[in-house]
């Protein structure tokens, strides 16, 4: 017991250790800033962030909203089959007539999507200054021959940017509590080293995209880096709150609640994923088919991890 105890500390550690590294190191560099980057430099930035893209587009596909469509199903299975029990005098037809085939998973993280984006909305309706970015936007878009060889790449909203980040960054916390928890409720030491080393493999390459689009939306260095500290702090609570409910009996609804919470978060993250990161990083026309390329190299790497995560 005491040596469960010591390797889920070492994850602990771990994962504290390397969302700090990955997260800081777009942060503390120069290199990546890619306002002051010109040519083949800035080209690479680009092609970065498209690789940041489509880890993204696979941590929000592979690995959230899978996650939270099983969880969302056990729990609804496990609540349809205790409701059962508790009914007398039911036959067996009537029992299999009770299970509701409806995708309440899908629906869920529906409702994420929609959250934030009438979150953003009123957002916009409500500030004045909002709507000033999107006016811009419009115009630079109007400037140009939508089907010729010139075009300008669109200047996103200046109120949306900072917005959508911390809607990233509060999905990304959520999604990192629940895997320390998962860490932390393991009964065994090869399955904690296991699943630590899986989590390991994405949050490393999720959290260094973090940071690359905290620096390209111009956020200061000191609200980055606290960004980032907060967000490394999520699996390490994660798993410390998975010791201290290992070995107790959840409340009836304790999973249910969880599996609803991870399915919020993966439709807010998805949004920020389809209406944030990918626009941005491929709204310039130079090399599309590199750029896709790069995206589907992020996607295919996180796809290779849900293997094993």
């Given at each position: 017991?005491?040596?469960?105890?010591?390797?889920?500390?070492?994850?602990?550690?771990?994962?504290?250790?390397?969302?700090?590294?990955?997260?800081?190191?777009?942060?503390?560099?120069?290199?990546?800033?890619?306002?002051?980057?010109?040519?083949?430099?800035?080209?690479?930035?680009?092609?970065?962030?498209?690789?940041?893209?489509?880890?993204?587009?696979?941590?929000?596909?592979?690995?959230?909203?899978?996650?939270?469509?099983?969880?969302?199903?056990?729990?609804?299975?496990?609540?349809?089959?205790?409701?059962?029990?508790?009914?007398?005098?039911?036959?067996?037809?009537?029992?299999?007539?009770?299970?509701?085939?409806?995708?309440?998973?899908?629906?869920?993280?529906?409702?994420?999507?929609?959250?934030?984006?009438?979150?953003?909305?009123?957002?916009?309706?409500?500030?004045?200054?909002?709507?000033?970015?999107?006016?811009?936007?419009?115009?630079?878009?109007?400037?140009?021959?939508?089907?010729?060889?010139?075009?300008?790449?669109?200047?996103?909203?200046?109120?949306?940017?900072?917005?959508?980040?911390?809607?990233?960054?509060?999905?990304?916390?959520?999604?990192?509590?629940?895997?320390?928890?998962?860490?932390?409720?393991?009964?065994?030491?090869?399955?904690?080293?296991?699943?630590?080393?899986?989590?390991?493999?994405?949050?490393?390459?999720?959290?260094?995209?973090?940071?690359?689009?905290?620096?390209?939306?111009?956020?200061?260095?000191?609200w980055a880096m606290f960004s980032i500290l907060l967000l490394a702090l999520m699996s390490p609570l994660g798993l410390a709150l998975g010791l201290t409910v290992a070995g107790r009996d959840s409340g009836a609804g304790q999973g249910l609640a969880q599996a609803v919470l991870e399915g919020?978060?993966?439709?807010?993250?998805?949004?920020?994923?389809?209406?944030?990161?990918?626009?941005?990083?491929?709204?310039?026309?130079?090399?599309?088919?590199?750029?896709?390329?790069?995206?589907?190299?992020?996607?295919?790497?996180?796809?290779?991890?849900?293997?094993?995560?």
């Amino acid at each position: 017991m005491e040596s469960l105890l010591g390797v889920k500390i070492g994850c602990l550690f771990a994962l504290l250790a390397l969302t700090l590294t990955c997260g800081l190191i777009p942060i503390c560099f120069k290199w990546f800033q890619i306002d002051a980057a010109t040519g083949r430099h800035r080209r690479v930035l680009s092609f970065l962030g498209c690789i940041s893209a489509g880890v993204f587009l696979g941590a929000g596909f592979m690995h959230m909203t899978a996650e939270a469509l099983e969880g969302i199903e056990s729990e609804i299975q496990k609540f349809q089959a205790q409701n059962r029990t508790e009914i007398k005098g039911n036959s067996s037809d009537a029992t299999d007539s009770d299970h509701v085939e409806y995708p309440y998973g899908e629906l869920i993280i529906s409702l994420g999507f929609f959250s934030v984006f009438l979150l953003e909305s009123l957002a916009l309706q409500c500030c004045p200054g909002a709507a000033e970015g999107s006016t811009l936007q419009k115009e630079e878009w109007g400037g140009t021959n939508i089907f010729g060889f010139h075009s300008h790449e669109p200047l996103p909203s200046a109120s949306r940017g900072p917005l959508r980040a911390l809607v990233l960054l509060l999905s990304l916390s959520f999604h990192s509590v629940f895997e320390g928890l998962a860490v932390g409720l393991q009964p065994t030491i090869a399955a904690t080293i296991q699943l630590c080393l899986a989590v390991l493999a994405h949050k490393g390459l999720v959290v260094f995209g973090v940071g690359l689009r905290l620096v390209k939306i111009g956020t200061g260095s000191r609200w980055a880096m606290f960004s980032i500290l907060l967000l490394a702090l999520m699996s390490p609570l994660g798993l410390a709150l998975g010791l201290t409910v290992a070995g107790r009996d959840s409340g009836a609804g304790q999973g249910l609640a969880q599996a609803v919470l991870e399915g919020v978060a993966a439709g807010t993250f998805l949004y920020v994923t389809f209406l944030e990161i990918l626009p941005r990083e491929l709204a310039g026309p130079e090399a599309p088919l590199t750029k896709w390329g790069c995206v589907a190299a992020g996607f295919a790497f996180m796809a290779f991890i849900a293997l094993w995560a």
